[in-house]
């Protein structure tokens, strides 16, 4: 097997082990304040994902190995570029105390002298800094519990918690990487899509190096889906819930279910309302069709209203065992300083702030912040009942448009962000989100040895490619014309 893979597929097996050398100054030896060398190292690591994947698709299991390598790369390392895990770290040894954090801020218990609360009190406040240590916590309860299995079995080394981290999310893209090729397998599609995603260094980085959850949340959103495509709505449920107790972005995909649902058993096959809801009485079948119709669509209703019962069930049933008084307040606290306080690498809301400033003078984010999830809902419902959404490739484009137009009206997207639709384009022909997973490493411009700064034309340059590359995608398929670049 060796020799046929060297046999075959030489260049990409070298510049796998040059990858191998790169990705190891990566992550031993880059300070996330030398911006230069973290985009030149990027850079680098990008093309050679990509004439790797192009070069050895045919080829799973190599692409695969690779895959896995390259991540074990960072196993003993501290993240060089995020400081979110001495958080997670802080919150599951707080668990493991018996105490819910939910409740308090490591702050609270800084400010008063209270460091043997839970052990490396101290260094674990100095790592996640002020701004985080000053907040409740905002993760949900399957991410709790990530975080508490790394404080059973590392409950005094801070290494050690990010050696337990980095063998979940691992095992998370492993997962990934078995139930994405399944599903490309039953929506016909190259199974060397799901390697855009698994083998991409943005993803690489940002969760194994940098430990951010979003692996995770994507592996029971990807297992969600293929159970879903094999008829196990009510598993691809609970697991759907269980994606959203760890993350909460996968809630707004919830309402693009509606038409895959719906169109099941095609109850109007012979009419325009096939593959869509758009209602014209011209279309209706008359007499005894409709009639016999109206049982198939009574049918999918009601299934799809367990499936969202159960999903939401399951969401609800993960929060028990923290539901105080305090907790709804904190939590919501927490999730609202998103929209209204933070603000980082944000697109059209940095347009819509500098009018603010000509405008009024000052930040209008207190206004603006908390109007544009509004404004992602209403579209998002846009989407779901008057896009052609019916199959199940469509559904899934669908759910990449929302995600994408969600992010593009935030206030804040930090790099990790950006997996979801790069996940999701895997499923369709749509790659814009691979165009990102580039250009948005631009964002680590703002970390300087002088303090945070952005630089707001780097900003500008990061979403006029992916949104140029965007509309070129769309334009293009509309034309009927085949992208080749990533396929």
Known sequence: MITQAWKYHKLPILLSFLSLILYWVFAYSLDRSDFSTLLGLYTVLFCLFYIIVQKAKTDFWLLGLLAILLRLIFIPVI?????????????????????????????SFINIGQLAIVPQAQELYNGMGTLNGSHFTNYPPINQLCFTIAAIFANKSIVES???????????????????????????????NVFWYILNPFIIIEMTGNLHFESVMLFFVVWSLYLLHKGKWFWSAVI????VSVKLLPLLLLPLFFQWFMSKGDPFKKTHFRS?????????????QVRESIPTLLKNARQLTLFYLVTLGTVALTFVPFLTGEFAQNFGATIALWFQKFEFNASIYYLIRWYGYQTTGWNIIADVGPKLPLIV?????????????????????????????YFLLSTTVHPWYAATPLILCVFTRYRFPVIWSFTIMFSYSAYSTNGFHENLWLVAVEYFVVIGYFVWEVVAFKRGKHLAFFG
């Not at 759907?240 to 994606?243: A, R, V, Y």
């Open 240 to 243: 759907l819930g269980i994606s």
């Open 79 to 107: 993240p060089n570029l995020s400081q979110d895990f001495y958080r997670f770290i802080w919150d599951g040894r707080l668990l493991l105390e018996g105490l819910n954090p939910y409740l308090t801020t490591p702050e």
């Open 276 to 288: 869509s809801y758009h209602f014209q009485l011209r279309s209706l079948p008359a007499g005894r």
């Open 162 to 192: 990010a050696i337990v981290f980095r063998i979940l999310i691992i095992l998370a893209d492993i997962g990934t990487l078995i139930y994405g090729k399944k599903l490309l397998q039953r929506l016909g599609l190259p199974i060397h």
């Open 377 to 405: 809902i209403g579209i998002i419902l846009l989407l779901t009942f008057f896009r052609k959404n019916g199959n199940f490739i469509a559904m899934i484009t669908a759910m990449l448009f929302g995600i994408f137009i």
